[in-house]
């Protein structure tokens, strides 16, 4: 498994935004898929973006679609989600996601087929 610490969080108004980085160890990053998920209180983990080990395809929920996006840099072990436009529903615990290629088909969005997971970063949007 590979060792994921979040960074980036923090308050910002509504309008506004923010990038989150995800530190990963290890030398096998270049192999996994990554993800973005993110968590409200009283809400199940729910699926933000993610990006395939090569880089070359990218997933985002429909409600962050055009608002938020993906990357990845191999060479600093360490993928970016940029948050643009971010509204109070975008408030969340963000965690970050790894797994040996992004899981297939529908299950990129369950949280069940992700092995690696960070701490968390907390983003709080105000209205």
């Known amino acids: 498994q590979v060792q994921l610490v979040e960074s980036g969080g923090g308050l910002v108004q509504a309008g506004g935004s923010l990038r989150l980085s995800c530190a990963a160890s290890g030398r096998t990053f270049s192999r996994y898929g990554m993800g973005w998920f993110r968590q409200a209180p009283g809400k199940e983990r729910e699926f933000v973006a993610g990006v395939s080990w090569s880089g070359g395809r990218t997933y985002y929920a429909d409600s962050v679609n055009g608002r938020f996006t993906i990357s990845r840099d191999d060479d600093k072990n360490t993928v970016y989600l940029q948050m643009n436009s971010l509204n109070p529903e975008d408030t969340a615990v963000y965690y970050c996601?790894?797994?040996?290629?992004?899981?297939?088909?529908?299950?990129?969005?369950?949280?069940?087929?992700?092995?690696?997971w960070g701490q968390g970063t907390q983003v709080t949007v105000s209205s």
């Open positions: 996601a790894a797994e040996n290629d992004i899981p297939v088909g529908s299950k990129k969005y369950s949280s069940e087929f992700w092995s690696s």
